[in-house]
């Protein structure tokens, strides 16, 4: 089986250099893989004393940074190397402040593996949440590399609870130890013979709550507000706007809206700010605009900011839940205390699961329901403070995980 693994990664490497001819996004995955090796040797010395992380993306580069800033400030001699497999999170954040190195992660094939860790030699290594790449854990483990997985989850329907994941499961005794999210996920990898497992909680609780001990301040947010109620709309798609913009155009004056959708492409954004009929502005107009106080819709045309953004918002709506899928990061508003109204498809996400259940976050499936929960939020005021503060409760009591990971971590 690991035969067939090996070959079917030779195939799509091959595969993804004729896709990119035709696809952006695979054009960076595939170019952005190149060099990867020269960096490597450029900026680790054979001396170094290195660190190693891996990602699959922004989403688990984030759940991992409050681990990677502890470790930074535990082994202030060791060089830092941060991987992605995905553009998405490459692109993001390869210009971040807390790695040495950032890099694409080589294809897993057996010489890659090889020589990605003869040249970056990590004292230790961790996997965020998920990626199993099995040459690279077999290649840690020969090399009797301390390697720890962060934030796991396994369920049901993952390879190495098949019949047919032996190969998989096998790969599993690289890991040094298990910190997982839950009981749940330490009991299903219990039952395959691991028995070095730690329930850790999830490090994104970590990560979203320092950051109200940062400065969260949008000077242009700040005057576009004017201390009006404001709605803030984060990484919608075309499916929660088309609801959204029903509502922004019967709304009252005296509510503003932020938005900043998922895709920020030109003709989406001009195809959102054409269905709202209130005074709108963009963010990539901002400069050429001398009272941005007169505006009632804000659409944020570029990234980065959504975070600081969330801390204006008396209600939060965030985008995803009528695709598949679902959701997307609900836990940034929630660290600010405000109330979140989501679309139907959630049950991927036991954060979103889990703010339903105790009421700091609502769920919608049409225009009426959408409607009928802002204007509640924006009149009842005492309806808000309480999903206010079911939010804000939420994150500081399931904050601590890096902790308990940084006491088993030497």
């Not at 990605?116 to 230790?124: C, I, N, V």
């Not at 954060?351 to 339903?356: C, H, K, N, P, R």
């Amino acid at each position: 089986m690991l035969f067939l693994y090996n070959l079917v990664v030779s195939i799509a490497g091959v595969f993804l250099k004729i896709v990119a001819f035709f696809s952006p996004k695979i054009k960076l995955f595939v170019e952005g893989r190149k060099n990867v090796f020269t960096v490597l040797e450029e900026k680790i010395a054979p001396t170094d004393k290195t660190i190693w992380f891996h990602s699959a993306s922004l989403g688990e580069y984030e759940q991992g940074l409050p681990v990677i800033e502890k470790i930074k400030e535990k082994y202030p001699s060791h060089k830092i190397i941060v991987t992605f497999f995905s553009p998405s999170g490459y692109e993001v954040r390869k210009n971040n402040t807390v790695a040495d190195v950032t890099i694409y992660l080589p294809l897993d094939t057996k010489s890659n593996a090889k020589k990605f860790l003869k040249l970056a030699h990590p004292e230790l290594a961790f996997f965020i949440k998920y990626e199993f790449w099995l040459n690279y854990l077999k290649e840690l483990e020969n090399n009797k590399i301390p390697t720890y997985l962060i934030s796991g989850i396994f369920r049901d329907n993952q390879m190495f609870f098949k019949w047919y994941g032996g190969f998989y499961r096998k790969a599993l005794s690289a890991f040094t130890y298990f910190f997982v999210q839950n009981q749940k996920s330490k009991e299903k990898i219990e039952t395959i013979g691991f028995k070095n497992v730690i329930v850790s909680g999830d490090t994104r609780f970590d990560r979203v709550a320092a950051i109200l001990e940062r400065d969260n301040t949008v000077d242009f947010i700040e005057k576009f507000k004017n201390n009006a109620p404001t709605i803030v709309i984060g990484s919608s798609w075309p499916k929660d706007e088309a609801l959204l913009a029903e509502y922004i155009n019967q709304a009252p004056s005296t509510v503003k809206f932020i938005i900043a959708p998922h895709n920020i492409k030109q003709d989406q954004i001009s195809s959102l700010k054409s269905q709202i009929t209130k005074a709108t502005v963009l963010f990539s107009e901002k400069d050429n605009i001398t009272d941005l106080s007169k505006f009632n819709v804000f659409i944020i045309d570029t990234v980065g900011l959504l975070t600081k953004i969330y801390s204006y918002g008396t209600i939060a709506y965030v985008g995803g839940g009528f695709g598949n899928p679902g959701i997307h990061n609900i836990l940034e508003p929630a660290t600010f205390g405000i109330p979140i109204v989501i679309g139907p498809n959630y049950s991927n996400f036991a954060e979103a699961v889990e703010l339903v259940k105790i009421g700091g976050c609502i769920v919608i499936s049409n225009e009426a329901e959408l409607k009928q929960s802002f204007d509640r939020l924006l009149l009842d005021e005492d309806y808000l403070k309480e999903k206010s503060q079911i939010c804000k409760s939420y994150i500081q009591e399931n904050k601590g995980a890096t902790k308990s990971i940084m006491k088993i971590v030497s």
